[in-house]
């Protein structure tokens, strides 16, 4: 059973706002500014919706915030751990922290997330970046105004990555990104140790939120203007498993569609051993649920699924897709890929690349196998040669991309009705926006638009995106 924060715990870690917020003002009074902080996220949405709640505890503390970490006062990096090159990533950038750190002896150094849960790497964090303040795991978070406080008095760096499954701490502060949308968790953690995937070991087992605290923070986004909501768990399909309460994430679903306000629901990720009927049957009769799915195969050859551990087969796995596709008029289909997965042999792979032309997925997000230290595929040897790996992948993009065109020249005259997100980043003339399928259409308009649902009609596609004029 999931268990959760008490009160009287969260009121011990508020009562750490008071002297931050001290703290700050002393440092207001002696650089004539609030101190600033960059929240760098890292990885997957989990991690996006974690740094909001981050960013809203710097709020309540009285930080201002910045992009650029040459201006910040407090850096946090929150961390993935799901790649090896993810990591890389991380530990350079601390390389540049503290340089700027030589110059700037103030500043706090904070690092957490999934990465850093790992023993071994907040040890080497702990004897090799000493100028890091801070490593402070998942399960940890809710806990950040009072480890901020205690590190800042703190001479050496401060840990706090317990093992633990995580108790669900609710009513944390949050800034969000955007006003018209918004990630929800609903779980926490995951079950399944696919024999790759180091999340079950940095995220704890699965723990599911209160339903009533669903809906409530849901009310809450609707009321405050947002439209769309992402739900969110590692494997969502296995949500109200730890509840007392008899539901499952089709109940759930069917619940937060009945919320007055909101537009669309989307959500991600779900376990292909798990999706079944019951969600099917939701998804196609709740009108809000966009008709997009994200399931990931990971690879096509029943032999290194089992290796995966991934306790479906290729057949099953279609057959599921195929009934969603009956079922959802319109549905936008996307998965992720592992290519290089160390039993991988060439047969298997070509049998990956089949069930991608069998599938057609609108999107793919596929990577090459990354060893993970303590994962049982960590031990295992490696089939193929690393040069062989990178052609294979190569090779999937470019069958994946043919795809990924036709299926977009089919929207070429059709009328869509869009969320616009705002100005696009790469031409300020345009506007980027999202269909409910989540096709991104560029377009021409006034940046008023952002936050509207409208109407566009597709003149164009191009293997990412789509463009279109205003109906
Ligand atoms: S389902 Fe598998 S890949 Fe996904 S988080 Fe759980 S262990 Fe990792």
């Not at 040890?123 to 801070?134: A, F, G, M, S, Y």
């Not at 289909?333 to 049998?351: H, K, M, S, W, Y």
Request: glycine share 6%.
């Amino acid at each position: 059973m999931a268990q959760y924060i008490n009160n009287d715990e969260m009121m011990r870690v508020a009562s750490f706002y008071e002297p931050l917020r001290q703290r700050n003002l002393l440092f207001e009074q002696e650089f004539g500014r609030k101190p600033r902080a960059v929240v760098e996220t890292h990885g997957c949405q989990q991690n996006e919706n974690d740094s909001e709640r981050l960013r809203g505890m710097l709020a309540e503390a009285g930080y201002d915030f910045s992009d650029d970490i040459n201006d910040a006062d407090v850096v946090v990096f929150n961390t993935c751990a799901v790649r090896e090159n993810a990591e890389d990533k991380i530990f350079g950038r601390i390389g540049i922290l503290k340089h700027i750190k030589e110059h700037k002896p103030h500043m706090l150094i904070a690092l957490c997330g999934c990465m850093v849960q790992q023993q071994h790497i907040a040890e080497k964090i702990r004897t090799v970046h000493p100028q890091v303040d801070l490593v402070f795991g998942p399960h940890a978070l809710y806990r950040f105004p009072e480890l901020l406080e205690k590190a800042y008095k703190s001479r050496k760096t401060l840990l706090s990555v317990d093992d633990s499954d995580g108790a669900i701490a609710e009513d944390m502060p949050v800034m969000r990104e955007d006003a018209h949308k918004a990630w929800v968790s609903v779980m926490y953690g995951c079950n399944n140790f696919c024999t790759y995937c180091v999340v079950p070991y940095v995220r704890g087992r699965e723990r599911s939120r209160k339903p009533e605290c669903i809906i409530s923070e849901i009310e809450e986004l609707a009321r405050d203007g947002v439209g769309e909501i992402t739900l969110l768990g590692q494997n969502v399909n296995s949500y109200g498993k730890d509840l007392e309460e008899d539901i499952d994430f089709a109940d759930l679903i069917r619940r937060v569609n009945d919320i007055e306000g909101i537009e669309r629901i989307r959500f991600m990720t779900s376990h292909p051993k798990d999706f079944g009927d019951r969600l099917i049957d939701a998804m196609a009769e709740c009108d809000k649920v966009c008709p997009q799915l994200h399931l990931p195969f990971q690879s096509g050859s029943d032999k290194v699924l089992a290796d995966m551990n991934r306790r479906y087969t290729r057949a099953e796995y279609l057959e599921k897709l195929n009934k969603a596709k009956a079922r959802i008029p319109n549905l936008a289909l996307t998965t992720d890929i592992i290519v290089g997965f160390p039993t991988e042999t060439q047969a298997d792979f070509e049998d990956t690349v089949s069930l991608l032309e069998e599938a057609e997925f609108d999107m793919i997000f596929s990577f090459i196998y990354s060893r993970r230290v303590g994962t049982p595929a960590a031990k295992m040897e490696s089939v193929l040669s690393d040069e062989q790996i990178h052609k294979n992948f190569e090779r999937m993009l470019s069958v994946q991309n043919e795809i990924s065109r036709r299926k977009n020249e089919a929207y070429v005259g059709r009328v869509c009705r869009v969320l616009v997100d705002g100005e696009s980043k790469t031409d300020s003339k345009m506007l980027t926006s999202r269909t409910d399928t989540g096709k991104i259409v560029n377009f021409a308009g006034d940046k008023s638009l952002a936050g509207k649902y409208i109407d566009v009609k597709i003149t164009k596609a191009q293997t990412w995106s789509l463009y279109g004029e205003l109906v």
